[in-house]
């Protein structure tokens, strides 16, 4: 898997600091298995993160956060992870330590375009969710009214930002308006951490706005 597009060093940090909100953290833990550039930078971060920590309070060093969150995905034996993503419908692409949320159903949310929500165990003002289109289709033109973040588990999208195939990270907010649009060969599943809402843009957009809820 060759990952092109990377969080920001900012979402890193804070990813590292713990002061993303759960869903927040779901969405870069799913990039952080899938590209070993970053678990890099977030070892080195909590490295420095832990030497202040030292300095300042000994007994409260935790260098090794991810090691420990990485070391929790990996319990289940491969044949019973593969048993539980069979039984849970999940793609392929998953991480195995979000396989362990509940997961609600999958329903239409545009033309061939459905989401499955995410029951996150906390309260997070972040909605996690899978968004599934199949190949070929381009979603309508929109931009966001808050932070998403999205990780492609399967297939690949375009959009002007780029290409973005499996373990990509996409990060959008209230300054991206784009239409992205499903490469062919294969459907595209990303996980999707997302705050506010989207607003479809254009006369087709605003026309169908009461039925493309997400
Ligand atoms: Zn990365």
């Known amino acids: 898997m060759s990952v092109v597009h990377h969080p920001d060093d900012e979402t890193l940090a804070a990813f590292s600091a713990g002061a993303l909100d759960l869903g927040q953290r779901i969405a870069v833990a799913t990039h952080l298995t899938a590209c070993a550039h970053c678990r890099d930078w ?3 971060m909590e490295r420095v993160g832990g030497a202040l920590l030292a300095e300042a309070a000994p007994a409260a060093l935790a260098s090794d ?9 990996d319990e289940p034996t491969p044949a019973v992870a593969a048993r539980a993503r069979t039984a849970k419908d999940l793609p392929s692409g998953l991480p195995r330590f979000v396989e362990s949320y509940r ?23 972040t909605r996690v969710f899978l968004l599934k289109a ?50 062919e ?19 087709l957009g605003r026309l169908a706005q009461p039925f493309l809820r997400l």
Not at 185 to 195: I, K, N, P, S, Y
């Open 185 to 203: 060969g294969e459907d595209c599943v990303c996980l999707v951490a997302m705050q506010g809402d989207l607003r479809w843009s254009g006369w």
């Open 65 to 73: 956060a991810l090691d420990r969150t990485l070391a929790r995905l």
């Open 42 to 44: 977030v070892r080195a």
């Open 103 to 125: 997961f609600g159903g999958w329903r239409w949310v545009a033309p061939r375009v459905s989401l499955r929500p995410i029951v996150l165990p906390e309260a997070s003002a």
């Open 134 to 183: 199949p190949a070929g289709v381009g979603l309508l033109r929109h931009d966001h009214t808050g932070p998403e973040m999205t990780c492609v588990l399967t297939g690949a999208f375009r959009h002007e930002g780029g290409r973005y195939g499996p373990g990509d990270f996409d990060f959008g907010d209230d300054t991206v308006n784009h239409e992205p649009r499903v490469e």
